[in-house]
Structure formats: structure tokens, C-alpha cells
């Protein structure tokens, strides 16, 4: 039997799940993420869509440096600007959510082992280090509501 029913599984076709998980798992990476983005839902939420990711870039953007990272979520009502880069200890990431928020407004980092919360300051700006690499979501909580991003491997 499969762990999703109680309908018996063909013997063929549990040979072969045998094998696959045996011969070709799925990446820990992509695991971690699949069960972070389900542990993570919120349906209330707005989601922020990845538009742009420096990685995907056919010619990387100079301006920054090497190794750092440019992702931008978006929503009809905002944006989250986020720059990832290397430290000491781990990446650092910091950016900017526009329009700024109007009142208290924070940042959650969303990892597949705990969140990681910061302020965000008047001029929408937040800053955080170090951040072990991994699969993360933003979670922005602000007096308008909460939006969350899609889940992206930093």
C-alpha cells in the first residue's frame, strides 16, 4: 500500500516506486522546500510573486558585485526588493518594500526550520545577517494585511 490511500498499490507499480526512491530520490533541497511551503501556508495572505531573480539572468547585472543575488516579489498593491550576498557566517539579506509601509510594519523570514523576524523602518528598508543558505519565503506583515512570497533556494 502507498502512504496516500488504502488502495492497494499494483506490485509493478510498487516495484518501481522501490526503485525510483532507491536509485533517484528527489533532491534534499527540493524535499525541504516541498514540505517547508506546505508546513507554511497561509491563506489569508496576499502572494508576492517571484518577477525578477538575478540568477535566471541570461548576462548578470555588475552594478552589485559578483555573488550577489537580486530577487523582486510583487504584488498588485507592493513590492519586496530583496539583495543576497555573502558574509561572514552566511548571506546577508536586506532590501526595501515599496511603496513603505505607512505604519509598524515587519519582515519574516521564512526558513524550513524557524522564521527570522526584523522591523521594517520608515523608509520600508530591512536588514538581515547572517542567514544560513536554504529555501525561504518572505512573510511581510504590515497594518494592511500579510503577504507572503513564493519559496526560493538562497
Not at 513603505?100 to 522591523?119: C, F, K, M, N, T
Request: glycine share 8%; hydrophobic share 50%.
Amino acid at each position: 500500500m502507498n502512504d496516500d490511500d488504502a488502495i492497494p498499490d499494483d506490485p509493478v507499480v510498487a516495484r518501481l516506486r522501490a526503485l525510483a526512491a532507491a536509485h533517484d530520490p528527489p533532491p534534499a533541497l527540493l524535499v525541504d522546500a516541498a514540505r517547508a511551503a506546505i508546513g507554511w501556508r497561509d491563506p489569508d495572505a496576499a502572494l508576492a510573486r517571484l518577477v525578477a531573480d538575478s540568477a535566471l539572468d541570461a548576462e548578470p547585472a555588475a552594478a552589485r558585485g559578483a555573488g550577489t543575488r537580486l530577487l523582486s516579489f510583487a504584488t498588485d498593491a507592493a513590492a519586496v526588493e530583496v539583495e543576497v550576498s555573502q558574509v561572514a557566517g552566511g548571506l546577508r539579506v536586506f532590501g526595501q518594500v515599496l511603496p513603505p509601509p505607512s505604519g509598524p510594519a515587519r519582515l519574516e523570514l521564512r526558513r524550513r526550520d524557524g522564521v527570522i523576524e526584523v522591523p521594517i523602518d520608515p523608509g520600508g528598508r530591512f536588514d538581515l545577517a547572517p542567514v544560513p543558505p536554504g529555501p525561504v519565503s518572505v512573510r511581510l506583515v504590515t497594518g494592511a494585511g500579510v503577504t507572503v512570497s513564493e519559496w526560493v533556494a538562497i
